[in-house]
Structures are given as structure tokens and as C-alpha cells.
């Protein structure tokens, strides 16, 4: 059975309530923001994004929105940031032990498992497909999720400025049902899990935007969906999560 | 006119029963198939099927894999594959989830924190090339290519690896062969040649098993398994097991005789005794095909009597004798045998003795009997690199001279001596620090020490115990994306296969072949340094169409194009699914080969041929056969061509080159209080890497230890109690498994669990912070029920080495077992480094060149001592 039979009634009856009116401005902005997230969590973040990120305009304009970095996101160096962050990166999601960004892995407890192969018939319908970064990526990882509904709302934009409503109409919907089907499905739960998870305020801050980002979206969207990630339940406290895996009393 | 009536009717019925069953029939049960297709059940679309062979463990079974949108869903086993004949294992059945493991590591990693401390950095496989060739380098400049050393737990790459290291010029190639069964190949080798046996059980009669849990876990187990079901249902054959634990061989044996510890060699030699002492022998067979004759061998085996050796065995003397009897007079029969006699200190004359039994009665190569292995070889890519000339102490020390196989496990011990530098370490497979006698405690303990091992590279797709150590990881890939040839002696027709990727490799996961060839040309890019021309394929397709382009005919039948399509080519017809035989191409059945010695030598062979006083057939300075009654044989590959019953090498080193038994010296003065601790293999996991499967952990995920009944009572223990099991180098504290299937001076516990270094689901990560999965949609492992990881008991199983096959001790280990102490909790391990290191050179002690050797070895008076022999490279792979 498809995941597509899995999602509760409720969301495929609010498929027929019409999504909340987006002017093209404010869907550019959201393609921005999944563009920003994305960047978090694609792959270890580089050089440019997090100069971006850290020019006074940015941090004031994150701030606002209650994003609040601690100083060891603020006063390192540009190369010792990158370098602390690929760390962290690697520990948290590309190395045993941690929590892969991957929607298989969240969901079906493995890599490259249903979600992958259906995220990427979804892409190909919509006339993408995934290349590689530094690294090879999984269709279902956060980062080309939250890309594709970015590149879905660009061309909601154009689509728009075109006068084309049929076009813009089955591009919204394609963008929710992507957000019934694959990221509602998972993304609030594990933001929250990477949240408490962090030993860096860059990943917590991120996450706890991700967090909101995906409650805003799901509420403009329209949807109810069930957050199946149990991260967000049941995650115990993290005392001992660092320490070296040794044998012995 | 026919008329029947009750009473001639089943008359008749009585008489030609018989006659019924032969008749052939064409009505099967569907679940009898073999298999080979596999549909969706919702979507009834047939799945794709792509053959490989099985790699979970070392059996090599063939595999069919059903791939459905991109994903393994399913695994079974191959109907062509003419040993395995459609069947797979439990574990088998669950490899694909090595592939789709969400602990798996799918890019090259970097150590940022201590060794240990579980902090990477992920890089490009271009930066780890460039860490490790600038590593590579620098010794290779310094002129010390044996300061590399690479270290293989499963090696079934087809060469690639000893390419590699062969290519850098080192000979510092280590195995795991001394922690498995060397000390059985070593006290084979010698004696016929092969370093296996291939007992015929499906046309025995009689099976004297020694130590082999052949139906759960040792060679060949799913072959094997079923020619003994086929052996026990067709020729109604009668098997003995002598084992410490009423294993489900044991269990499924017509007789299970719990055996003192160490003692099958003792019991072997008086079996011996009684067929040569009643005149039960195959004169014929001792006096033509051996190097010793029947008053020799009469001669010898006197002084083993059923009394010595049920004083030792606690086997009582009647029973030895009835069981000689029946074995020497039921033909055929076939000794097995595994690790139980294999992996003691003096495991090498264990074995030796074990299989004089079939050797004196005439059993070899019979049907029903105990046949030579069946193997079959496959080439390697021209050019090949030289050998390389520097020997390495690490891989052939000096005070283990016969143990061709290695003693890998001792080489922490010899690195912190000073026996042999180390600069860049690489593991493949392989996870001594889980695996190893001493565990962590010992490989741990080498590790972690940045002087002794300045740079570890582990090869490997998972996180374990040793990866956690490296400095480098390089994200190997599981055996369904992978090429890699095959071929196993595992029945009596021989066949070659391959290994095919079945996925693409997740992430960024390399084949071995591939990132050795990329670091190979990282090192030498313009061929300059003359590595880059040994490394020269393709691709990894490509490396295997050199390996199997030349093989006659396969060649013929389509090479590799063949085998990706069938993952088998078997020697001799194929195998019928309806009937589960090998068959011609008219659907006759193909018997088996056997008497492979008496095959005879062509004229060719003969010309120029000298044949001296012996019978023996010189050529070329070589002995090519046996002349036997004017026909010339080709004999056993051995170096006379004869079975060496008296090997005479093992004289050279003070060695009792007649079968013979030595018993542990730290079992002869145990007190009432101690006992033996031995290990077993569950039918469900292999050593260290199934802990984490989810299947698998759901059947099997603790280990308690089995404690006899009556040693209980006297220990005031109960099933569930918490227990101190302590040894002279450490202490485990788990829990008891009060039974009567075990010896009552034997505490027995299983290997494969009480992980922590390995996968979440084999620690329990699940339950602890940051180890969950959200895995809301997989009914397993939203369903890990269970709280229990178990308790490895490696950490207190002192490292010592036989001083003749180099096997590890495993079932030697003498230990105090009491309830638990105040203070102690389930899941302790405590082991100490300099203990250990005490109980090493205790057992160096027992070497040839020790100052126990000679005391072990009255016998040998006349030996004139270790200055009077040299240290010889010896065989061995």
C-alpha cells in the first residue's frame, strides 16, 4: 500500500479548501525562507551561506523573528565556524549513532525506503531530479525536500505573473499534497528532536525556525496533518550523549 | 477375472510398497518449489530477480535478490546454486537490511575528537585519499613498506586486497583465521593436503561428530544441514555428537556425549585404539594410501586406552568402546569435526587425531565417507605485483613456525613489544576489539595508543567497536552492492559464482576494488612509481570479467555474462529444482565424484616420470603420484602424495609428529570451585555484525550464560539470577540459564550480543537519548519489545595460542562463577591490559622456542632443541 492510502481522511478533505491567498511577493519569500532552512540542513553549511547569515541585517532580521544565535555562532572566525559547524554536521546527522535528516530513516527506520523512491517520482512529475552537492544526497533528505517546494513556489511566482491560474492553481496543489505526503508528515517532530539535540545554537536556532517555519506553512496551507516523528514526544535528556562508548563498569 | 478382496488387497499393498514410491510422481505440494520468483501481494507485479550470493556470514550460499521500485524487499535462496539449492538461512533471509541500516556510514569520515570520542568531520573522498596517501607515502619513502599492515576479518574481495598490499610492497597482511579455525587446517594441512573436509552425510551411515554445530552455525551450515537431514531421512544414518553443550546438533543426534572440555582429541585416540586393538582397521587402505604402517599405527596407539581417556574425558569406557565399534563396522561413516576439538591450546593434535578415525577405518573418498573438499579456482588481472620481499614478523612470527594461517590475535602483544613497527594500520571486516580474546581490553588497549598506531584507516561500512577507533573511515559497502567472485568448497560439485550489486551503493559507499584503485592512483597518477600498472581495470564489472574470462568452460557457457545472469556456474549439469540433484542435460541424475587419490595419471603426466622404491612418482623434482599394484595414481596433495599420518615437519620443532593429545596444563589441577568457560554461535547470528539487524535482534538479542543443574544447586544458583563469571584476567557480571544440557564443569556463553560500539539496535540506543529512530512506520522497530542487550564475554578470555596450528584458546579459559557481589551490575565488563598481557606470555611459554614446550613433550627427549631448526616461511592463506 502507498503512502498516499496511510494519509488521514481529514487532509485529503482539505484538499477541496482553498489554500489562503499568497500574493507573488509572499510566496518569494517563502521560497526564500525553505531556501535558508535548506541550506541548514543539506549539508554541512558553507563558507558564503553563513557570511549571509551573519551579517548584522541578517542576525537582525532572524532576531525578529525570535531566532536568537549564542556567541559561538557569532565570534569565531569564518573558518573556524565552518569547520566547528562541519563537525557538528557530521556528528548529529552523517555518522552512526546520529539522526540522518532523511525521511526514510525517520519514518521506516532505514535508508533509501518508500519515501525515497516516492519523493522522487514526485520531483520527475514536476520535472526535476536530485544531483549532488559535496555529497550525494537522498531524494527524501530534508534539504532537497525543502528545495523543491522552494523551486515549486518560484514557479508559482512566474506562473503568476504570467496570469496563468491553472498553472498556479496545480502548482499550490502540488505543494500541498507534497506537504500531506512527505514533510508534514515528519519535519515538525524531528526539528524539534535536532532542537534539543544541538550542542551548537546554529543547528538549535535553526531547527526551532524549522520548527515554527513548518507549523506556519502547514497553517497557510491549509492542512492538518499528523506529525508521525516521534521525536518531538518522546526524546529523554541528553546527559551522557557525548561521552566516549567505552566497555566497563 | 481379477478379484480383490481386504485381505489380498492390503497383501499386496504390503508387498509393493516399495514399488510405489519409486514410481515417479508429478504431483508436488507448491511450498516443496524451490522458488525463484517473488510477487508484490498488493500489487501482484512480478519483482525483479537479480542472483548474488549470500555474504552475511562466511558460508557463501546462493542468494536470489527481489528488487521491487529501486529497494530490496526480498532475499531467498538461489534453486541453481547446486549446494545451497534454494535455500537460505535466517540470516540470509535478512541481509538487505545491512544496505538500508540507518547507523550505516555513507561517506568517507575523519576523526576531529580523541580516538573514541565519537567526533567526525565528514569529507570528500578526494581529502580521505589525500590523508591517507600522504601517510602511505611517508613510509614508503622511508623505505619500510612493512610498517603498513592491513588486517582482514572476512575477505572474500578475490585478491584485491593482497593486491593492494602486495602493490605498496608490505607484507604486513594479517587474517582472522587464529580466532576461527586454524588449529583444524593446521592439524589437516599436513596430514591429507586440504585444510577441510567434505564428509558425505547425505550417503552416511554413521557420523561421529566432534564439536560442530553444523545444524546452527559451522562450515558449510546451510549445505551441510540439509545432506544431514537428507542423510538422517534416506539412509537412515545414526549420529553421535561429542560437545560440551546439548547444542540443537547435539539435540537433533541419535546420541549426544557431554565431553570433559578439551578432551575429543583423548577420546578420538581411544576410539583409535579399540578399531586397531580389535583388528577393525582398513589395512589395505593404512598400508597403501599412508606413511605408516598398521603395526606402526598398532604400535602407537597402545598406550590410548578407554581408560586413559575416559579419566580424562569422563566418557565411560563402555561407551567409547561400543562407539568404536559401531563406527569401525558401519560403512560408510564419516568423522566431523569443528571448533570444539579445534580451538584449544594443543587444538592441532585434536584435530589430527579426530581424523585418523576415518582414515584408519578406510572412509576416505567413499560415498557416505569423508571426502576431500571441492573447490574451484578463478584468475587474477594481469599483471599481477610481486610478492612482496621483506618477510613481516607480524605474519609469520617466529615462534609459530607451523602456523601457516597466522596468530593474528597475538599482534597487539608483539606490537607493544616492539616486535614490528606500525605506522598505518588499515582493518577491513574486520572488528578484533569485539571479536578478539581480550576485546577491548587487549585491541582496545592497542587502539587507542596513537604511538603504536599513529594512523588507522578502517575499511568499512559500518560504526563498531575497532571503527570508533580509526582516524580515518572510509564507507565501504554491504555485499548486495558489490561485485565479487565466489566459489566454496560446500558440497561435492563444485561451482563458481559471483557476487553482483543488486543496488546501486547508497551515499557515497565505494566498492573495496574501486577506492583501493582511486588511493593506488592518488599514489602513483603518471605510473612512475610502477604501482598504478597493477591497477589497471575498468571498473569492478570489469576486474571480474578478467577473472572468469578464461576459465574452460565457463568460457564456453557465456563467462561473466553467464553468471550475472545465473549467479552460479556449477561444474556439472545444474541442479533440478523438482528433485534437488544434479542433472544432466537429459535429466539424469550426475552422482558424485569420489576417489579423487585414485584417479589415474595419463601417459603425458608419466613421461619422463621416475618411480622409486616407495611407489612414489618423480617429476620435475616434484612427487606427482603413487604408483599402487602397476597403476599410477595421482594421491593426496601432500608433498609425498601420501596421507601423512606421521608428519614429519612437526618432529623438526619438537612437535609429536603421531597423533597424539596434550592436555591443557591449566586444566589439570582445577579446584572443586572452577569451572570452564566456553563461547558458542547462535543459529540466528554471526560474530559481530548481526546484533543490529532487525530480525535477527528480534529473534536472539541476549546471552545468558548456561549453567548445569546440579552445579547450580551447589552454587545456590537460579535461572535469572545475576552472576559474577571471573577469570584470571577479568570478570563479566550477566545472567544464569539454569539446564541440563551442559557439562557440569562447562559455563557456556553465546558471542554475538552485549555490543558497545555497534549499531543502536544492537546497544539499545533505541531507548536511550539520541538513539531513536522516529520510525513510526516500521512495525519492527516500533515494536523492540525488549530491554536486554546481553553481556559479551570476550573481554575476560586471556589471548593464548596453540603452539603449533596458532589457534586461539577460545574454550580453555578456567573461571570462578558466584553470585553476584554486592556492587556488581548486569552488563559488567572488566578486563585489565597488563593481565592479559601476563596470560600472553604464559602461553608463549608452550611455543617451541618456550621452556614449557619440552615438558609438554617427555615423548620427544630426542629433539635437539630449538637452535636446531631454522624458521621457514610456511603455507597457509
Redesign the interface.
Known sequence: MSDLFTIPLEIVRQEAVAPAACTAEEYAARAHYYRLLAGAFIEEPGRDYLAALRTPESLEALAELGVTFDNDFIDPTPDELQETLACEYTVLFASSGGFPPVESVRLKGGFQQDPCFAAREFYAKEGFSVGAGRFQVFDDQLGVELQFIAALMDRIVIAMQRGDNQEQRRLEKSVKRFWAQHLGRWVRGYAALVERAASHSFYRETAMLLDAFAAFELELLGLDVTDEDQGRMELPPLAGADEPMRCGA | MLKLTRRTFLKASAGTTAAAVAAPSMLRAMEADLGGRDIDP?SLIERKSIPTNCHVCNIQDGALAFVE???VVKLEGNPEHVSTRGRLCAKGNAGM?Y?????????P?KR?G?R???????I?WDEAYNEIAARLDDVLTNGHPNEIMLKWGRNRTGGVLERFMHTLGSATILNHTSVCESSKKIGMEPTWGPDIEMPDFANTKYVLNFGSNVLEAAYFHNPFSQRVTEGRVDSNMKIVTFDVRLSNTAGFSDEWIPVYPGTDGAVALALGHVILRENLQDSDFIENWTNVSVQELKDHYKQFTPEWAAKLSGVPVETIERIAREFATTKPATTYTYRGPAKHMYGSYNEKACMMLPIMTGNIEKRGGYCLPRGMGYDQPQPQPPKPATPSYLAHPDEYPLAGHKVSHLVPFWITEGKQKIKVYFSYQDNPVYTNPG??AVW?ELFRNEELIPFYVCLSP??G?EA?LADIILPDVPYLERWEPESMPSSLWPWLAIRQPV?KP???GKETRVYLQELIHKLDPDGSRGMKKFWGFKSAEDYLRKQFENIPGLKEAGGLDFLKKHGVWPIYGKLNPRTGKISDKSGREIAAEYGLYRKELSAADMAGAMVDGKGAIHKNGKVIGVQRKGRNYVGFPTHDRLINVRVDQWAEYGFNPMPTFKRMPWHENMKDDEMILTTFKLNVHKQSRTAAV?WLAEISHANPAWLGTETAAKLGIKTGDLIRIESGVGHIVTKALVTEGIHPKVIAVSTAHGH??Y??LAQL?LK???????????P??KNVWWDDKGV?PN?IIPAVADPIGGSQGWYDTVVKVSKAQPGD?YG????DWNKHVQWYKEGMRYTYVGDMHRKMHPEMASWAGPDSVKHKATGGH
Do not use: C, T
Open positions: 498488493v521500485n529501486g529497494r537490511w544496505s538500508y541500516d540507518p547507523d550505516r556510514i555513507l561517506y569520515l576531529v580523541k573514541g570520542e565519537g567526533k567526525w568531520k565528514r570528500s576485546a577491548d582496545g559500518f560504526m567497536e570508533q543496488i547508497l551515499g557515497e532487525k558497545w560500539g549499531g543502536r540506543k536511550e537519548a539520541a538513539g531513536q529512530y522516529g520510525a513510526a512506520d516500521d519492527d522497530l559479551h573481554h551490575k559488567d565488563m572488566v578486563a
